[in-house]
């Protein structure tokens, strides 16, 4: 079993900059791709962005194009969150999520537990 932890969020004003880790432990021999989800308060839990094991493929929903990125150091156990151009509506708890497969599949293995980042205006 894989166990993850977010860390990196804040408080920043809009135009500022984040970068949110997800450090996994346990059995992370296992290749799985990794995705972050946000959740602002009432409303659901959206994905955000993913990343396949290798690295070399990605995804993010449209209102963070351009403005996040997200990568993985393997050797490290460890995935990334750049947050650039903040906005306030990116105001939320932020997860990661372990996939079962080495692509995005969306068969969730394991969440952390949430890191807060709130964007002033």
């Known amino acids: 079993q894989v166990q993850l932890v977010e860390s990196g969020g804040g408080l920043v004003q809009a135009g500022d900059s984040l970068r949110l880790s997800c450090a996994a432990s346990?059995?992370?021999?296992?290749?799985?791709?990794m995705g972050w989800f946000r959740q602002a308060p009432g409303k659901e839990r959206e994905l955000v962005a993913t990343i396949s094991w290798s690295g070399g493929t990605t995804y993010y929903t449209d209102s963070v194009k351009g403005r996040f990125t997200i990568s993985r150091d393997n050797a490290k156990n460890t995935v990334y969150l750049q947050m650039n151009s903040l906005k306030p509506e990116d105001t939320a708890v932020y997860y990661c999520a372990a996939d079962r497969k080495a692509y995005w599949s969306g068969y969730l293995e394991v969440w952390g537990q949430g890191t807060l980042v709130t964007v002033s205006s």
């Open positions: 346990g059995r992370t021999s296992s290749r799985y791709a």
